[in-house]
């Protein structure tokens, strides 16, 4: 059924978060989404004058590929999809879910297997570098259930926060940027958190909507070995088909040297991945005023008003620490009142108290400013 907030993400997606110009080439990768939002984006591309390409994918025959595959078989499917991203100026991937534990029962040697040999080669080595993407969830029964709401109430949630108001909230995140480019120390604070690092000399970044759907934050990165003290999630988190909770790391000299939390002993084989999994790739502050809970989605959950994400793995390239890995794990500390409160610090100044922002140049990236 044609639901006319679909045309208008499709707009917003092409023309905004890609901004699709005449002759470039735009990979649009679907997984269990409906046809009728590909077609739309297809139309869409077509009439600003670009390339699609589409491929459609099902969670139920990758679980298949990744639990069957051999180490052969993942890298030759990398290796063609590596080519075709190459000659991408754009990407798209959409991504449904029926069953959010689709990929439980995958081996975690398979999974990993799957992260080095396909997921880095193609998406972390191609992609975020050299193309102009954005990464957007589609609702489904399965996301509603996650968020313990009506799949249609859902729905309403999901085009509310999807088709936000972007240009808006990028202008208001414009101070933020600049006073954490001018930002030595930093000091998070939270109930069973306490926590200093450095993010001088690297760069902050706005995300607002051109990166991922649903958007709203502004990252950075520590200085890789100035993390120092405890910090605890307050959320639960799906990372490669594993739901985890409780989680607390300590750090000494920017190293997880404890980390608890449940299931522990797959928790220690993702942080023992390599070097680069026990330091932080990511620091960054959460903003979208409709994302208030965490559902088990990255992709809302890292948005969450009020929250920040202390991310074990590997650095973007634009806010570089120097930590390689072949994990990137958002995990996110919700600092509203509601959620136990909590405070960010930056250079011994308070800049953010259970969740809202102190500074007049910053009170536009409030919640009841941005909606």
Known sequence: MF????QKLARNLIRY???????????????????????LLVREAAKVGGV????????????????????????LAAE??????????AYIGLRGSFNINEMGDVPPAKMAAYQKHWL????????VPDTKWVILRWPSPSMAQQAKMSTEAFEDFFFNVCNLDYAKMEKAMVPLKRLMDKTDKVHIKAPGTNLRFSIKDIPAIICSGKRNIPDGEVY??????SVNGTITYNTRSLYMGTEFSDLKFTFK???????EGNPSERLQQILDTDEGARFIGEFAIGVNPYVEHAMLDTLFDEKIKG??????????????NGNRSEVHWDLVLIQRADCGGGEIWFDGKLIRKDGLFLPRQLKALNPDKLK
């Not at 063609?80 to 100026?89: G, L, N, S, T, V």
């Not at 880095?120 to 992609?127: F, G, I, Q, T």
């Open 220 to 225: 950075t990165a520590p200085v890789r070995d």
């Open 80 to 89: 063609f999809e590596k080519a075709r991203m190459e000659k991408c100026d």
């Open 52 to 75: 699609p390409m589409v491929t459609t994918k099902h969670s139920k025959v990758l679980r298949e590929l990744y639990k069957s595959s051999k180490a052969e078989g993942i890298k």
């Open 17 to 39: 978060s890609c901004e699709l110009k005449k002759g470039e080439k735009v990979l649009i990768e679907a997984f269990d989404i409906p046809e009728e939002m590909v077609a």
């Open 253 to 259: 000299k920017g190293k997880i040297v404890k980390a």
């Open 307 to 320: 929250s920040l994400h202390f991310t074990p793995g590997a650095a973007y390239d634009e806010a570089d």
């Open 3 to 6: 639901d006319p907030r679909m």
């Open 120 to 127: 880095k080669p193609v998406h972390l080595d191609v992609r």
